[in-house]
């Protein structure tokens, strides 16, 4: 069965910074790209951040320069650090993979709010 598990949302003034993680669980994490996906309020989900098996990373232009994306296969875990946020990252970020048929977590919440 397979399990993605985000924490690390919350409250953040603009400006400030969070770092997300994802845990994997069911699926060979080394093998698999992992995505950042996030969805604002009112607003369709779109991709943040992709992280492939190898390390390389992609990103949105909306995020590049800000954020970073990055992998621990041992502990089986994505990160999205995010930094200089602004009202515009506040969404719910959902961890994603794909091995077989697409699989998400259940989403965390990021508020940028003075």
């Known amino acids: 069965q397979v399990q993605l598990v985000e924490s690390g949302g919350g409250l953040v003034e603009p400006g400030g910074s969070l770092r997300l993680s994802c845990e994997a669980s069911?699926?060979?994490?080394?093998?698999?790209?992992m995505d950042w996906y996030r969805q604002p309020p009112g607003k369709q989900r779109e991709l943040v951040a992709t992280?492939?098996?190898?390390?390389?990373?992609n990103y949105a232009d909306s995020v590049k320069g800000r954020f970073t994306v990055s992998r621990d296969n041992v502990k089986r875990t994505v990160y999205l650090q995010m930094n200089s946020l602004n009202a515009e990252d506040t969404a719910v970020y959902y961890c994603?993979?794909?091995?077989?048929?697409?699989?998400w977590g259940q989403g965390t919440q990021v508020t940028v709010s003075s």
């Open positions: 069911g699926i060979i994490f080394s093998r698999c790209a």
């Open positions: 994603h993979t794909y091995t077989f048929t697409g699989y």
């Open positions: 992280v492939t098996s190898s390390g390389s990373t």
